[in-house]
């Protein structure tokens, strides 16, 4: 079964960096898509970025210019580099991961994992 295992995240102050990642690890054949997402209490998750294969990616509006996303494939990693940091960055920030599980290789499966929080205060 795929497990999502996170780094990252925490307290920092606004204007600050920090820098997530995510690994996937366990059953998968083929990974099309990892995502980035995040939710405050009370609010729907939001899509941050998307890496598709051939590495493209598309970031949301609210973050487009401050934060990166990128994908190491032989380590079935992504990254989220978050520069400027705003306190209304502060969330819960997910990661989900779009493949095709070795157990079912004629569907598509989706993962999350468990969230890392990200808090930006002074």
């Known amino acids: 079964q795929v497990q999502l295992v996170y780094s990252g995240g925490g307290l920092v102050q606004p204007g600050g960096s920090l820098r997530l990642s995510c690994a996937a690890s366990g059953g998968i054949a083929t990974i099309y898509a990892m995502c980035w997402f995040r939710q405050t209490l009370g609010k729907e998750r939001e899509l941050l970025a998307t890496?598709?294969?051939?590495?493209?990616?598309n970031y949301a509006d609210s973050v487009k210019g401050r934060f990166t996303s990128s994908r190491d494939n032989a380590k079935n990693t992504v990254y989220l580099q978050m520069n400027n940091l705003k306190p209304e960055d502060t969330a819960v920030y997910y990661c989900n991961l779009r493949y095709v599980d070795i157990r079912f290789p004629f569907s598509r499966s989706d993962a999350w994992g468990q969230g890392t929080q990200v808090t930006v205060s002074s």
């Open positions: 890496i598709s294969n051939g590495d493209i990616t």
